[in-house]
């Protein structure tokens, strides 16, 4: 970490930093020290977002606990020049490559609860400006009325904290989720697959009905593919302004986006996630364009499943499994898978 704590490289962290970091930034660090790919990155303290809620507009409008209003506040303070240079540095470290911007809000990632879709993430951002913006807005994204809601729901009088997680793109070909178990069954022993082409968004945003596979993980075998017409997908803008929506060809829209082989990659590295978590997860994941699973695979995030049933006599329907993988699988409104 640097000398005033606001950052730390991904593979320097572990499950101890969560409360420092947030559970995302810690669970990603522990994927690395299982060797599992993950696209390197730095993760931002919650001293950062501390530090930042401390300025004078800032803690006033938090005090005064409209979420309005301190969206407000949030929106116009500046970078504290502290947390902006290490923030320079860490990603001049990483490369200045294009990043991933995301939330690792403490409790976002638990057994007990599950921020799904309630704090941001901000996809191919470049620039030392741009991250420090994309950095104050999953800060603000606190504030949102859902996220707000939620908190109140789960109860307890701890104050919000926010780390972030900054990781280097992967221009994804075909990206998802899965489930190391049946997610609305229970099944342990198989693994749940959606999958459609470029970045998330499109499935996050209910664009397209993402492929649906059901693999067993003792055989590999694939027990259901439901294949669907993903018609839409997400890509690097061109022009540099993130990603933008383009239509699939239509020799690809009804194509199935994984073979037996990259699904059975998929299978191997959920079932070490499971192992070294020592619990059923929730995996994002995508496969670098131009290559192939399982050496173009890389997890984004890892998390505890959470509001899974207990097994079932009679296995679940397609259909119900992708309600489930798109409920869970949507933790952000700018999804990276």
């Not at 938090?62 to 990603?91: K, L």
């Not at 420090?132 to 999953?138: K, L, T």
């Not at 020799?251 to 082989?261: Q, S």
Request: hydrophobic share 40%; aromatic share 6%; charged share 20%.
């Amino acid at each position: 970490m640097t000398s005033a704590g606001y950052t730390r490289p991904l593979d320097q962290l572990r499950r101890e930093d969560e409360s420092s970091f947030g559970g995302k930034s810690a669970s990603l660090g522990e994927l690395l020290a299982a060797e599992i790919p993950v696209p390197p990155g730095f993760a931002l303290s919650t001293a950062a977002y501390a530090t930042f809620a401390s300025q004078q507009a800032v803690a006033e409008a938090i005090s005064g606990g409209d979420a309005s209003v301190i969206a407000q506040a949030m929106r116009s303070a500046a970078m504290p020049t502290e947390v902006a240079d290490e923030i320079a540095r860490a990603y001049d470290a990483l490369g200045s490559p294009p990043v991933a911007v995301r939330s690792s809000a403490l409790g976002e990632d638990s057994e007990e609860a599950t921020f799904a879709g309630q704090q941001e993430t901000f996809l191919w951002v470049r620039g030392t400006e741009q991250v420090c913006d994309a950095v104050r807005d999953c800060w603000i994204s606190l504030y949102s009325s859902t996220a707000v809601s939620y908190r109140a729901r789960l109860g307890g009088d701890r104050d919000p904290a926010m780390g972030v997680t900054v990781q280097e793109m992967v221009d994804a070909e075909v990206s998802g989720v899965m489930f190391t178990c049946n997610p609305v069954s229970g099944d342990p022993s198989m693994v749940a697959v959606n999958a459609s082409w470029g970045l998330g968004l499109a499935v996050v945003g209910g664009e397209v009905t993402p492929d649906d596979y059901l693999v067993s993980k003792v055989t590999r075998e694939v027990v259901r593919a439901t294949i669907n017409d993903k018609h839409h997908e997400y890509v690097p803008d061109p022009g540099g302004g993130g990603a933008i929506r383009v239509d699939v060809p239509a020799d690809r829209r009804t194509a199935r986006c994984l073979d037996e082989a990259a699904l059975a990659a998929l299978v191997d590295v959920a079932k070490r996630v499971e192992r070294h978590f020592g619990s059923r997860q929730d995996i994002e994941w995508a496969i670098a364009r131009g290559e192939s699973a399982p050496g173009g695979l890389y997890l984004l995030q890892s998390r505890p499943v959470t509001g899974v049933e207990g097994p079932k006599t009679k296995p679940a329907p397609a259909s119900a499994i992708a309600a489930v993988m798109t409920t869970f699988g949507a933790n952000v409104k700018r999804g990276e898978t």
